[in-house]
């Protein structure tokens, strides 16, 4: 047999320290897991030849997705997390790199890195790609309705729970100057968002993503969306005040948390006569 690589004793080590945390028993559930990923060992047994930035890029979402830095707070610096994983610390810039890249965390000059979130002002509406033709964004929402119920056969689907599971259905405008411009009808798994009431998405003044995040420790991370131009019917002409059969803009957007887990489907019906989406490429 061949030798191994240096690599991996190194990051091996590396792993050891990171499943035991603060000198605590390593936890047999994770192990093998963490070190598939660390040791970069594929499913089936095989090297995988992952870079070393990336596992520590997978570590260090591991600890995100565990809820050991909330949305908002510091991480270590990056001398704190080449220790913490024997590596070097142009490593773990780099890894931090691509997640800062990735909107998972955000730099702040003279502050350190911090887990992204929706919460903050100027980017709470990161998702949300329609903008006025004219002035500033600003938006205010009104609920319609919040219910429990079985989720039907296709959105269960989208989201991957099985039909008739317990979700959530959230239903709302937003308004810009009073009017409004988007009808969304929103779908959560009912297991992530035990307690999601009326009273409480009305009681929360910032974006439905803030708080997911600080109450049912769910973070949206990215999104993929459908658009596609179609008639409003009775219902949707009624609630955004225009005539039946106007042209809206139809965006169904699938959101995803760590994992690359779906964790909302939500429909909006947008009104861009005097707005209009866009999206950034590059």
Request: charged share 25%.
């Amino acid at each position: 047999m061949s030798a191994v690589p240096s690599r991996f004793s190194t990051t091996k080590a590396a792993t050891e320290r990171e499943v035991r945390g603060a000198g605590g028993a390593a936890n047999p559930g994770n192990q093998g897991a963490s070190a598939g990923q660390a040791v970069g060992l594929s499913h089936a047994g095989g090297p995988s030849f992952s870079p070393l930035y990336r596992q520590i890029k997978d570590l260090i979402t591991a600890s995100l997705q565990g809820g050991e830095w909330k949305a908002g707070e510091a991480i270590p610096s990056e001398l704190d997390l080449a220790a913490r994983f024997g590596v070097s610390q142009g490593t773990v810039r780099k890894a931090v790199d691509e997640m800062a890249a990735e909107n998972l965390l955000v730099r702040r000059q003279g502050k350190g890195t911090f887990v992204a979130t929706h919460a903050e002002q100027k980017v709470q509406y990161r998702f949300l790609r329609l903008m006025p033709d004219e002035g500033s964004q600003s938006l205010e929402r009104q609920l319609l309705d919040c219910k429990r119920l079985r989720a039907p056969a296709a959105i269960a689907k989208q989201l991957q729970l099985r039909a008739g599971d317990q979700m959530v259905e959230v239903r709302r405008l937003l308004k810009a100057q009073g009017r409004p411009v988007v009808l969304d009808d929103i779908w959560l798994p009912g297991n992530l968002f035990k307690g999601l009431t009326t009273e409480r998405l009305n009681q929360y003044r910032g974006p439905f993503y803030g708080l997911f995040e600080a109450e049912f420790g769910v973070h949206m991370i990215r999104a993929q969306e459908k658009i596609r131009a179609l008639a409003a019917d009775a219902e949707a002409a009624a609630l955004l005040q225009v005539p039946l059969g106007a042209p809206l803009l139809s965006v169904e957007r699938l959101s995803f948390t760590y994992g690359d887990k779906p964790v909302e489907l939500r429909r909006g019906l947008y009104h861009t006569e005097s707005h209009f989406y866009r999206n950034e490429l590059n």
